[in-house]
């Protein structure tokens, strides 16, 4: 329930509110390479970067934002979308939905979306890097992230209970279709094995 909440809990198990946000639900947190937590939080779609040492509880005001796609449909409405990379879909303008983050081995941020299913890449390093639809497709959401061995990303869906094994330039291969709609979760094995976790009619 709002507001939106991240807790770190000590080595004696005293709780410390470490972010407060005026969202209702923080839907996924990663830690990063660079040593920060990153929280996305629904409904606004947005991720934080949060300090995770902090002594002082962070919020709207006071956390980074490194994502918000509010803002790039805003800016695409209003003709201000000005890199070629930023192609966004008419999304619900009420919910945005992040569902998982995962990081690449160059500390470049995925994010994994719904209302249309998306990914979208940033890189948290360079304040003015444009976010950048690195894959889409017809399903509703993307659920879940993993890497393979590869370096391949994999991701769950939401809609037709899809695994996508995605290349680094973005394209997509249907590795399986599930009999129930919707992939939760996504785990890749140290022998290269890859487990997905469905549920849905």
Known sequence: ASPATVLRIGPDGKLFTLSENKDVVVQSVR??????????????GRVFRLKTDAT????DSSATVVFDIAKLEDEKASGKADSPKVDFDKHDSKSHFIWDLTFDTAGRLYVAAGGPAA????DPAKPDDKPE???KCDEQHIRSLAWDLKGNLI????GSGLVYRISPQGNGY???????REITAVAVAANGTIYAASVGD
């Open 133 to 135: 639809v690195f894959f």
């Open 119 to 122: 990914v979208y890449r940033v």
């Open 31 to 44: 830690l990063g390479p660079d040593g920060a937590l990153y929280a996305a939080s629904l409904p606004s």
């Open 56 to 59: 002082a509880k962070q919020d």
């Open 174 to 180: 249907v590795l399986f279709d599930a009999p129930k």
């Open 155 to 158: 991701a769950g869906t939401d």
